[in-house]
């Protein structure tokens, strides 16, 4: 099955500067890739994602990238501010298995003022 | 749009007892919809799959006759977790989708906070 890898596991920023998080994963079937960001005692929200025939996604001060055939993706996140200090995850699906998701263990990212 | 709900958001009951947690998806249909519980600083465990008019589908570990899933319609799925113990205490997640062939999004539910005591 699949098997999704998340680094860090923390990170600590400066407000401003940019955070960047990594997953590997090892189905080379799946095709979907989401990225969520879970606040304390909240769901997981979906951030942004990107589908295995894009190699890059941008949305406002947030950005995925895709390598396929590393089967790696990471998020950026750039001018980092406190809010958006939370636990990030990623997530891989694969068309072969049933729409679940396979999560990273998560990355708890904190932006000091 | 894509609003999911959970009811409740706390519960804290007696050991021994159930209780049922509901998942609503609010603004959509939801064929498929994923029951996770999720322990602090942990990530999220599937813990089944539950396809509208269809049993659900547990994932290796989890006991089906300890957590009954009913997806009865295409906004609503219950998780009912029958004699509760504390080591059932959790944050228990839903997710939602209406995947089709080549949409897999899933959006989530807030939450719910089970205590059992």
């Known amino acids: ?113 | 749009g894509a609003v999911v709900s959970q009811h409740p958001s706390r519960v804290i009951c007696k050991s021994g007892t159930s209780v049922k947690i509901e998942c609503r998806s609010l603004d959509f249909q939801a064929t498929t919809m994923f029951w996770y519980r999720q322990f602090p600083k942990q990530s999220l465990m599937l813990m089944a799959t539950s396809n509208e008019g269809s049993k659900a589908t547990y994932e290796q570990g989890v006991e089906k006759d300890k957590f009954l899933i009913n997806h009865a319609s295409l906004t609503l799925s219950t998780l009912t977790v029958t004699s509760a113990h504390p080591e059932d205490s959790s944050f228990y997640i839903c997710s939602a989708s209406d995947s089709g062939v080549s949409s897999y999004e899933q959006y989530f539910g807030p939450g719910t906070r089970l205590t059992v005591t």
């Open chain 1, 1 to 113: 099955g699949e098997n999704v890898e998340q680094h860090p596991s923390t990170l600590s920023v400066q407000e401003g500067d940019s955070a960047v998080i990594k997953c590997t994963y090892s189905d080379s079937a799946s095709n979907y890739f989401p990225w969520y960001k879970q606040e304390l005692g909240k769901g997981p929200q979906l951030i942004i994602d990107i589908r295995s025939n894009v190699g890059e996604k941008k949305d406002q001060r947030i950005a995925v990238t895709l390598n396929k055939t590393a089967k790696h993706f990471s998020l950026h996140i750039t001018e980092t501010q406190p809010e958006d200090s939370a636990v990030y995850f990623c997530a891989a699906i694969s068309r072969t298995n049933a729409g679940k998701s396979t999560f990273g263990d998560g990355t708890t990212l904190t932006v000091k003022p």
